[in-house]
């Protein structure tokens, strides 16, 4: 219980270690150290607080002595630890990875000793944004992540990543705008921005003013996590980013949307009020998204438009409102970020190995790298949900759930996410034949890397290993998928009670409010 | 809870301004938008705190009503260190645009137009591969157009072939 008493740390400690990388600006081996070592702490205090909730149970953290309806909490419980620990594992990789490629490329330049520092603060963001019980410091946790990103998405100041950025910044600051919108509105007609508060109140409003709140939410994280009709600046602006920001973008940033979908969902808005035009989105989003997939030829973009499709599982699981769909959708949202990551890693070998990420212009690489083949090869496999590995868990739960579920709109989202899943095999399987499988000769244009022989030191260990090392966290997350699933559904019980998350910031005497099931109204038809 | 008018008619016009300057392409006008969305939004989160009472300063004699809420006032102040970072930082994109491309406006994805423009014929996954590929092999069917191995939009070529040497 007392272990929860250290949660601030996991936002504080890669604040400190930002700090500290930016005085080191002119040391780089000392900035390396510091920054691997402060996550690598981080990671340890998480993964404690992750043991300490493992069997539910939800504790919460006043912060600057003020009471919790008006002060900031901070509030652990299965889901947020989890993300946290998922989190940081990805983080750690890909910082170390970056580290090797800076060690490998020579990192004098000026622009590139900012990445540790900022880097930290994305970190520390999206650990704010996971463990927030208060409405407006998730949106403080937004602006600190989004912040950061905006810096490390214009690394280097090249014109295409300039041109890429201004989308991504203008469409993050919309965002944000009508997010802080939804808040004010929020607070205008409840007079508290705590979450766990709010979960009373905003049930005491009249269910048009609630719709409204609930759309307004909705549309601000939709955004962020790139579900369908607002998900276009995602493929357009990843890409372009270095080959380890791209990496943890598509990894945590899309997720951290997800996350505060699934605790507006849960917590302030419960019940079914949005659940078919959820699902409709979902449906698209999937559909959509893999369909944008199949005509690319760059790995980067491809795999940008994976992204957005693979969002579309998670609503879809969030849209259900039940324990196995919920719960699959959290195992899901652990599984994609290792994967997603993982794959985006790899494109950065293969773009160093082959020269670029176009497929059109790589061929032989299985022959030439064996070790890169495996690694793009388990990773793919995984996220096209082939039987073994845990894409395929994830997606087999969600597809259970949503046949137990039975409505005619949830069998049709289940044929979609069968579709999808096969869409993603095919656009997984044109990269593998044509950048693995077929002769370097067959290459239109190929670089002249391509052509040479052997690993000519172009691969260095450190990124080699720390992808690996996101790879083999990927199969142990298929391993280990029993427990966590055990975990995830724990967690969606948790969510969809509420009552526990209620106590542990107001204390045990208020009452929760009963889910307002509206069978009868259907207010949420409007779409 | 009285709803001040004046503030309500500024809010409505610094929203309706920035809603038009985001849609314009040009980049300075893009950043002035934000700044009267982020403005206009400011002034929303004020008029939630309701009635504008004495400063929130703790005094004996004053009743609790007579304050203002405090705590708008403090989200306000944050969202305004926000805005201000993110305007400083776009001020440096803008420029940086400025610097490289010596032009104010969005540019236009080049791999995004050039994959709209792709026809959705491929010659490595579409072509019809000739069966037998030996050299002593007769193959009569693929020796029409074997000069030509930019045709790929004719799917009778053999093309695959002559993709390598192209």
Redesign the interface.
């Known amino acids: 219980m007392n272990l929860a008493n250290l949660s601030p740390l996991a936002v504080l400690l890669p604040i400190l270690g930002a700090a500290l990388a930016f005085l080191l600006i002119r040391h780089h081996s000392a900035q390396r150290m510091v920054s691997i070592g402060i996550l690598s702490a981080t990671l340890l205090l998480e993964c404690l607080l992750l043991i300490s909730v493992w069997n539910g149970g939800t504790t919460s953290v006043t912060l600057g002595g003020w009471l919790p309806p ?1 002060g900031v909490v901070l509030v652990v419980d299965q889901f947020s630890s989890l993300m946290l620990v998922v989190s940081t594992v990805v983080s750690l990789a890909v910082l170390i990875y970056a580290t090797g490629q800076g060690m490998a490329d020579g990192d004098q330049e000026a622009p590139v000793s900012i990445f540790h520092p900022t880097y930290l603060i994305l970190v520390a963001g999206v650990s704010n944004a996971f463990l927030t019980g208060d409405l ?1 410091n998730l949106y ?1 946790g937004f ?1 600190i992540l989004l ?1 950061a990103s ?2 490390l998405m ?1 690394l280097g ?1 090249t ?1 295409p990543r ?6 991504y ?2 469409v993050s ?2 965002s ?2 009508l997010f ?2 939804a ?3 929020i ?2 007609a409840t007079g508290t ?1 705590t979450m766990a508060d709010l979960a009373i109140k905003l049930a005491e409003l009249d269910q048009g003013t609630q719709n409204l709140l609930h759309v307004m939410l909705l549309v601000a994280f939709g955004i962020k996590a790139a579900v369908f009709p607002l998900s276009f600046w995602l493929p ?1 602006s990843y ?1 372009t980013a270095p080959a380890p920001v791209t990496a943890v973008f598509a990894g945590l940033l899309t997720k951290v949307g997800v996350y505060a979908m699934v605790r507006t969902e849960t917590l302030l808005f419960p019940g079914d009020t949005l659940n078919v035009p959820l699902m409709v989105v979902a449906l698209l989003t999937m559909v959509v998204g893999i369909l944008g997939a199949l ?4 790995i980067k ?1 491809l795999l940008s438009f994976t992204l957005v499709s693979h969002i579309g599982y998670m609503v879809f699981g969030l849209a259900m409102s039940s324990v196995a769909g919920l719960g699959s959708a959290v195992f899901y949202v652990a599984h994609h970020i290792t994967v997603q990551t993982s794959l985006f890693l790899v494109t950065g070998l293969i773009e160093r190995r082959g020269g670029s990420s176009s497929i059109d212009r790589l061929g032989g690489l299985a022959k030439l790298s064996p070790l890169l083949a495996l690694l793009f090869f388990v990773p793919a496999m995984n996220l096209a949900g082939i039987p073994p590995f845990s894409g395929f868990l994830g997606k087999l739960g969600l597809l259970q759930a949503g046949v137990e579920l039975g409505t005619p709109l949830a069998i049709v989202l289940v044929v979609g996410g069968v579709v999808t899943s096969l869409l993603t095999l095919l656009a997984i399987a ?1 990269v593998w ?2 950048a693995f499988w ?2 370097p ?4 244009f190929p670089d002249p890397v391509l052509k040479a022989t052997g690993n000519v030191g172009v691969l260095p260990r450190t990124m080699v290993g720390s992808t690996a090392g996101l790879v083999i966290f990927g199969v142990a997350l298929t391993v280990f998928a029993g427990p966590l699933f055990q975990v995830a559904d724990g967690s969606a019980r948790i969510m969809l009670d509420r009552s526990a998350y209620i106590h542990s910031v107001l204390g045990d005497s208020v009452e929760v409010p009963p889910l307002a099931q509206t069978d009868e109204v259907q207010t949420g038809d409007a779409k | 809870m009285s709803i001040n008018l004046t503030l309500l008619i500024v809010m409505g016009v610094l929203y309706a301004c920035g809603i038009y300057l ?1 849609l314009e392409r040009s ?1 300075t006008r ?1 950043l002035l938008g ?1 700044m009267l ?2 403005n206009a ?1 400011n002034i ?2 004020l ?2 705190g309701g009635y504008a009472g004495l400063a929130p300063l703790f005094d004996k004699e004053t009743g609790p009503d007579a304050y203002s809420d405090p ?2 006032q403090a ?1 306000i102040l ?2 305004i260190v ?1 805005s201000f ?2 305007t400083a ?2 001020l440096g ?2 420029y ?2 400025w610097v ?2 010596r032009q104010d406006e ?2 236009d ?1 080049l ?2 137009v050039r ?1 709209a423009k ?1 026809p959705s014929f491929d010659a ?2 579409d072509a019809i591969v000739p069966l037998e590929t030996s050299e002593f092999a007769i193959t009569p069917s693929n020796t029409s157009d074997h000069g030509h191995p930019e045709a790929t939009e004719t799917p009778n070529t053999a093309s ?1 072939q002559e ?2 040497s ?1």
């Not at chain 1, 300039?162 to 989308?167: D, L, P, Q, S």
């Not at chain 1, 005509?295 to 760059?298: G, P, T």
């Not at chain 1, 000769?441 to 239109?444: G, K």
């Open positions: 008006w407006f403080v602006e912040t905006y810096v214009t100041g014109g300039i041109r890429a950025g201004v989308t910044v203008v600051v919309v944000s705008v802080l919108v808040i004010a509105m607070y205008g921005i357009d890409p005509a690319q030829s760059d973009r044109r034949n044509r077929r002769k000769e067959d290459a239109e | 985001i980049l893009v934000l969305l982020a939004t929303l989160i008029s939630t705590l708008p989200l944050t969202s926000i970072a993110v930082f776009m994109i803008i940086r645009t490289l491309a969005i540019q994805d791999e995004d994959v792709t490595e996954d695959t993709g390598g192209a």
